[in-house]
């Protein structure tokens, strides 16, 4: 009976890929030349996912808390690694990153945990954390990423600042403060219209596996403001910590931002 269930499954997800072929189909046909980066990325997601699969399943059945801590870790490393790939030329890229998204996993999963909404297990720290993780690590691409682009863009104002006599924290603030709302809105946006516009991830998937649907919405409950404090904690930090980044000891832009 395991075996069908696991060959249905298998055939559903391959059929699902027919919605992947749609998407490669608008791309040619409105020539976005995302045909390669659509195939690379279901190729990564069935390999990581399967891998990920065997990775927690045996996790479970060693029942240590250790070992969970250290996957976190893993995760944690490779989201700081991602994000500061997609800001590469920001000096020190890689350590606020990894730092960011290590300080929003640490402070929600630890809060909860200390609050005991969830018990200290690996069923709940694992996906769980790897929410909390992987939209940290989304926000904190997105905030280095919009600094960069706009320190870049308004480097005059930024001069302009300076010469007045404002420090680097104070005439790169504006700028911060827009990237910090740019990374924030959509997941406020979203937890505004949760229940209305659609039903998230969490909830819809513990219904479809015949929850119910009161607990379902404890869970997702828990998961929204999750994902609310974590982002928040993740985006502001490296938003806080990155404009040393863009100056040196003398309060000046650094060479690398007057390039074209």
């Not at 997702?220 to 990155?242: D, E």
Request: aromatic share 6%; charged share 15%.
């Amino acid at each position: 009976m395991g075996d069908v269930q696991g060959l249905s499954t298998l055939v559903s997800g391959l059929l699902a890929l027919a919605l992947v072929a749609v998407a490669v189909a608008l791309s040619l046909w409105q020539r976005l030349e995302l045909e390669k980066d659509l195939g690379i990325a279901v190729v990564r997601s069935f390999v990581q996912l399967a891998a990920i699969g065997y990775v927690i399943n045996f996790i479970f059945g060693l029942e240590g808390v250790g070992y969970v801590v250290l996957l976190l870790a893993a995760m944690v490393g490779f989201a700081g690694w991602t994000s500061s790939r997609r800001s590469a030329e920001v000096p020190g890229a890689l350590p606020l990153a990894t730092g960011a998204v290590a300080l929003a996993a640490l402070c929600t999963l630890g809060l909860l945990l200390l609050l005991g909404v969830i018990p200290p297990t690996a069923r709940y720290l694992i996906p769980l954390g790897g929410m909390v993780i992987g939209n940290s690590m989304n926000a904190t691409s997105l905030t280095l990423v919009r600094v960069r682009d706009d320190v870049r863009e308004q480097r005059d104002k930024v001069e302009a600042a300076l010469a007045l006599g404002a420090t680097g924290r104070v005439a790169l603030s504006p700028i911060v403060k827009s990237s910090l709302k740019s990374a924030l809105i959509p997941l406020i946006d979203s937890t505004k219209t949760a229940g209305i516009v659609f039903l998230p991830g969490a909830m819809a998937g513990m219904i479809i596996g015949g929850a119910d649907p009161l607990e379902a919405v404890r869970l997702q409950m828990v998961v929204l403001y999750m994902l609310l404090g974590s982002v928040s904690i993740a985006a502001i930090s490296v938003g806080l910590l990155s404009y040393r980044s863009f100056f040196n000891a003398r309060h000046q832009l650094r060479e690398w931002l007057h390039g074209d």
